[in-house]
């Protein structure tokens, strides 16, 4: 049998959905803010004055032209880091293919690889709270009424 990987991103708690969701939003709102110059320049094009107002009244270009050179050595540094590492990757791993698709793993996969009847794998799988035992031979051993206290 290949590798048991379960993914059932539906079974996810609340907290690990909102968690996620939090996550994606923080990226996406620090990729807006870094994507605002081009955002006002296109705004500017149409017609708003941000642009105008940030870059030739407040004198934002002479920062800009103060600080291109620095951007530009950090993007062509980054380049090089990039290239870099895709050829030494090309170099290590030529020749070699390791993509492979990960099987879909059904509940009776699961209930044969843990030694269970899939009627116990589905009782096991609505419980709120188990306590299980898993031994080296992978026999499952479990209590599912078993109550926890929470200090």
């Not at 107002?53 to 032209?65: N, Q, R, S, T, V």
């Amino acid at each position: 049998m290949n590798d048991l990987i379960i993914d059932k991103p539906h079974s996810l708690k609340a907290h690990h959905k909102v968690t996620y969701l939090s996550v994606t939003f923080i990226f996406w709102a620090i990729i807006f803010y870094l994507w605002q110059p081009l955002i006002s320049l296109v705004a500017w094009y149409f017609g708003f004055e941000l642009f105008y107002d940030h870059m030739i009244e407040l004198g934002g270009y002479k920062e800009f032209a103060n600080i291109l050179l620095i951007y530009l050595q950090v993007i062509v540094l980054l380049g090089v880091v990039f290239l870099a590492w895709a050829k030494v990757n090309e170099l290590r791993f030529r020749g070699k293919s390791r993509r492979k698709l990960v099987a879909v793993v059904t509940d009776s996969d699961i209930a044969s690889y843990f030694k269970v009847e899939e009627k116990q794998l589905k009782e096991l799988m609505e419980q709120k709270t188990l306590s299980l035992d898993i031994s080296d031979d992978r026999v499952i051993q479990f209590e599912p009424k078993k109550s926890f206290k929470v200090a």
